[in-house]
């Protein structure tokens, strides 16, 4: 399974990334950019770009490693980011929502 790091993913242009965690919780907080795709969903939702690099986030890491798993098994490339949104706020990267 790949993984890339919070840092790391901020440094990309323009990542296709989704988070798979619960509308109430990405209206919270989330990362600039990203789109919300609940782990419920993952296995039949439409992505932006099917052929594009997906980057994957949630709270902390353990959801986003079953749609990475959900979304490989899929023929996707994806990508858990570790540490998840927790870590991106930590590290004052773009966010948005009410925190």
Not at 37 to 43: C, D, K, M, R, S
Not at 53 to 59: D, E, L
Request: contains cysteine; charged residues 15%.
């Amino acid at each position: 399974m790949k993984n890339i790091t919070v840092e790391q993913l901020a440094a990309l242009a323009a990542p296709q990334l989704i988070d798979v965690r619960e509308p109430d919780e990405f209206a919270a907080a989330h990362a600039v950019g990203a789109v919300n795709v609940p782990l419920g969903t993952v296995a039949s939702a439409s992505l932006p770009d099917e052929t594009a690099t997906t980057y994957v986030i949630c709270q902390s890491g353990a959801r986003s490693l079953r749609a990475v798993e959900a979304l490989t098994a899929r023929g996707i490339d994806a990508v858990n980011v570790e540490g998840g949104t927790s870590a991106w706020l930590l590290a004052g990267l773009p966010s948005e929502g009410g925190r």
